[in-house]
């Protein structure tokens, strides 16, 4: 059974740039059976889907936050990484990780972690 | 983008309800849809994939309907357990767009 954990800074500054990492275990992240992605959810409201990539490193970004977001691989650590850049009070938002098993089945999901956005 | 529209936002239901939400997208999206469920301060949880297959582990009495612009998900006898906010989201127009929610409550 893969799962997924998050790691990163729960306080970070206007316009400095976040950073977080999502461990995986249970199988190898160069899996072609599996896509990653990050998802998140600013408190109290709806889901937001902030990109993806596959095993190979192929990336996809929500073309609204495009110009802010890196997401990458490190297979000798099984990690993949989020990185978004120029936070401002509207990044804070729990933050979760995620195995898609092919394409529109996002099966694992890590627990979240929160990321606040704050002087 | 493609906009997801869920109705109701809530209901109120009863153990033992059949309960039926609905998520309509703004342009057709085949069977691209995924329905989640989400208890408060836990992550969403995967019932239901292309619309109408049911994820492993996930009780039969939730089913999922539809095509093209119009879905439903339903739940045949509300548990206790079913006590949650769900979600429905599009995997077929950038970005990968997710439906309000409905919150499904106690009544």
């Known amino acids: 059974q893969v799962q997924l954990q998050e790691s990163g800074p729960g306080l970070v500054k206007p316009s400095e740039t976040v950073s977080l990492t999502c461990t995986v275990s249970?199988?190898?992240?160069?899996?072609?059976?599996?896509?990653w992605a990050w998802v998140r959810q600013p408190p109290g409201k709806g889901l937001e889907w902030i990109g993806t990539?596959?095993?190979?490193?192929?990336?996809?970004?929500n073309p609204s936050l495009k110009s802010r977001v890196t997401i990458s691989v490190d297979t000798s650590k099984n990690q993949f990484s989020l990185r978004l850049s120029s936070v401002t009070a509207a990044d804070t938002a729990v933050h979760y990780c995620v195995g898609l098993f092919g394409a529109g089945r996002p099966r694992f999901w890590g627990q979240g972690t929160l990321v606040t956005v704050s002087p | 983008a493609i906009q997801l529209t869920q109705s109701p936002s809530s209901l109120s239901a009863s153990v033992g309800d059949r309960v039926t939400i609905t998520c309509r997208a703004s342009q057709g999206i085949a069977t691209a849809l995924t329905w989640y469920q989400q208890k408060p301060g836990k992550a969403p949880r995967l019932l239901i994939y292309?619309?109408?297959i049911l994820e492993s582990g996930v009780p039969s009495r939730f089913s999922g309907t539809g095509s093209g612009t119009d879905f439903t998900l339903t739940i045949s006898s509300l548990q206790p357990e079913d006590f949650a906010t769900y979600f429905c989201q599009q995997f077929i127009g950038s970005p990968f767009t997710f439906g309000g929610g409905t919150k499904v409550e106690i009544k």
């Open positions: 249970g199988d190898s992240i160069t899996n072609n059976n599996y896509i």
């Open positions: 990539i596959s095993s190979r490193g192929t990336t996809y970004y």
């Open positions: 292309d619309a109408s």
